[in-house]
């Protein structure tokens, strides 16, 4: 099942020329600058979609072993780049290699426009797992279901960020395997394949609102988590190098 992805009515209407593409179950919204954007950008996003999500189904059905491991799993050597980049990530977080699936497909996708077209900026959400490209300030609401903080609270990302991952695990929203109960657990990171694998295991570790300052506290030691916010049982907890912002 696809869940309706009503939140993207609200993404950078303004700031970005936005469209969306997809190939079987993997669903993205594509936004670019309006000054960089082209019509050829879009077949383009369509054709290396389908080409990452091939490949990769292909080398799943050789090795079914790496799509279902909760734990780090390493690919053979017949595997595609994607699969290492996945399986490196989620090592470091100590969760399975598809932990980073989502954060690699929009990282992979925005460098490879990146290296292929001019384009200053851009963002690219993958079921709530977003890469982006920024010269300008940008603020991110967090998405947290019912919730009542949903949409309500953000982090500012300042200008000239270059590229940075925010990517949301959750508990209560959403199809993606959680061993966690909080609402969200929002991750950015340089890397968006290593804030989604971040995501999902910070995710496993809040049951309760209690969990979270313990969450923040174990964070602290993870030097490539740029920001983390938690959202459980209507209560919210931060740590990290960008503001938290409130959102009318």
């Known amino acids: 099942m696809i869940e309706e992805r009503t939140y993207r009515q609200e993404m950078g209407v303004r700031r970005f020329h936005s469209f969306t593409t997809g190939y079987k179950e993997t669903d993205l919204w594509i936004g670019v600058d309006p000054d ?29 072993e790496y799509g279902l491991s909760l734990i780090p799993y390493q690919p053979n050597g017949y595997a595609p780049e994607m699969a290492f980049t996945m399986a490196k990530t989620a090592e470091k977080a100590n969760v399975g290699p598809m932990a980073a699936v989502a954060g690699a497909f929009a990282q992979k996708l925005g460098n490879d426009l990146m290296d292929n077209f001019k384009i200053k900026e851009i963002a690219i959400e993958n079921g709530g797992d977003i890469f982006l490209h920024l010269i300008n300030p940008i603020i991110m609401s967090i998405f947290a279901g019912n919730s009542p903080l949903s949409g309500k609270i953000g982090i500012e990302i300042p200008k000239k960020a270059g ?4 990517c949301t695990s959750s508990g209560t929203v959403g199809p993606s395997l959680s061993f966690g109960k909080a609402d969200a657990v929002m991750v950015a990171c340089k ?4 804030a989604d694998a971040w995501a999902t295991s910070l995710g496993n570790r809040v049951q309760t609102a209690e969990d979270i300052d313990i969450v923040l506290k174990f964070a602290e030691q993870i ?4 920001s983390l916010v938690i ?18």
Do not use: M, W
């Open 36 to 64: 960089s954007f082209r019509e050829e950008i879009k077949n383009f996003c369509f054709g290396k979609i389908k080409t990452y999500r091939t490949e990769l189904e292909n080398y799943l059905a050789t090795d079914p």
């Open 163 to 166: 590229s940075i991952g925010v």
């Open 191 to 194: 890397d968006a394949a290593l």
């Open 223 to 226: 030097k490539e988590i740029l």
């Open 231 to 248: 959202i459980c049982d209507g209560k919210v907890g931060i740590r990290g190098i960008f503001d938290l912002k409130l959102i009318e």
